[in-house]
C-alpha cells in the first residue's frame, strides 16, 4: 500500500514538470517583464486558466498514473553506454600495456621504465553514466509531456489490448 502511494506521487512529481511546461506554451502561464525610467525592472506572473488546462489537470493526476501502471515499457530505463574520451583512452592505455610489457615493466624499443601512464583505476572517472541518465531523464520528462496532451488515446489503447487479449 505505501509502495502504491509512493509510486502515485512520485508520477504526479514528475508530471508536474511536464505540466507546467504544458501551461507555458498553451499561456497559461504568462510571465511578463518590464522596466521602469529608474532601470528598475520587475517580473509578473499571472495564470489564466481555460478549459483544456482543467483537462491537463485531470490528465495528470488521473489518467497519467494510470497509463504509467499499465504500460511501463514507456517508462522503461535505456542503458545506453556513451563511449566518452577518457574511457577510450583507458581502453588504449590498456591495450597498450598488454602488448608491451614484460615482466610487469613497460618497454617501448627496448628502454625499461616504470610506466609513466600508470592508472590508480581499471577505469577513468568520466561523464558517461551521467549522460545515459539524463537521457533516461529526458525521455521520461517529453513521455510525460506526450501522455498528458494525448492521455484519452493512450486510455483507448489499453482498452483495446485488454479485449484483444
Given at each position: 500500500?505505501?509502495?502504491?502511494?509512493?509510486?502515485?506521487?512520485?508520477?504526479?512529481i514528475w508530471g508536474f514538470f511536464?505540466?507546467?511546461?504544458?501551461?507555458?506554451?498553451?499561456?497559461?502561464?504568462?510571465?511578463?517583464?518590464?522596466?521602469?525610467a529608474m532601470g528598475q525592472s520587475?517580473?509578473?506572473?499571472?495564470?489564466?486558466?481555460?478549459?483544456?488546462?482543467?483537462?491537463?489537470?485531470?490528465?495528470?493526476?488521473?489518467?497519467?498514473?494510470?497509463?504509467?501502471?499499465?504500460?511501463?515499457?514507456?517508462?522503461?530505463?535505456?542503458?545506453?553506454?556513451?563511449?566518452?574520451?577518457?574511457?577510450?583512452?583507458?581502453?588504449?592505455?590498456?591495450?597498450?600495456?598488454?602488448?608491451?610489457?614484460?615482466?610487469?615493466?613497460?618497454?617501448?624499443?627496448?628502454?625499461?621504465?616504470?610506466?609513466?601512464?600508470?592508472?590508480?583505476?581499471?577505469?577513468?572517472?568520466?561523464?558517461?553514466?551521467?549522460?545515459?541518465?539524463?537521457?533516461?531523464?529526458?525521455?521520461?520528462?517529453?513521455?510525460?509531456?506526450?501522455?498528458?496532451?494525448?492521455?484519452?488515446?493512450?486510455?483507448?489503447?489499453?482498452?483495446?489490448?485488454?479485449?484483444?487479449?
Amino acid at each position: 500500500m505505501f509502495k502504491t502511494i509512493f509510486n502515485y506521487i512520485v508520477t504526479i512529481i514528475w508530471g508536474f514538470f511536464a505540466l507546467i511546461t504544458i501551461f507555458y506554451f498553451n499561456e497559461t502561464i504568462q510571465v511578463t517583464s518590464s522596466t521602469t525610467a529608474m532601470g528598475q525592472s520587475s517580473m509578473s506572473f499571472k495564470m489564466v486558466y481555460n478549459y483544456w488546462d482543467y483537462y491537463f489537470i485531470f490528465s495528470l493526476l488521473i489518467l497519467l498514473p494510470y497509463v504509467v501502471h499499465q504500460i511501463p515499457i514507456l517508462y522503461k530505463k535505456h542503458v545506453s553506454k556513451i563511449d566518452t574520451y577518457k574511457d577510450r583512452a583507458m581502453k588504449l592505455h590498456n591495450q597498450d600495456l598488454n602488448q608491451n610489457h614484460t615482466n610487469r615493466v613497460w618497454s617501448v624499443s627496448g628502454s625499461h621504465m616504470n610506466n609513466p601512464y600508470n592508472y590508480s583505476f581499471s577505469s577513468t572517472q568520466s561523464y558517461g553514466d551521467l549522460s545515459g541518465s539524463l537521457l533516461n531523464l529526458l525521455q521520461k520528462y517529453l513521455v510525460n509531456i506526450i501522455v498528458i496532451i494525448f492521455a484519452p488515446i493512450f486510455i483507448v489503447f489499453i482498452i483495446v489490448r485488454k479485449f484483444v487479449k
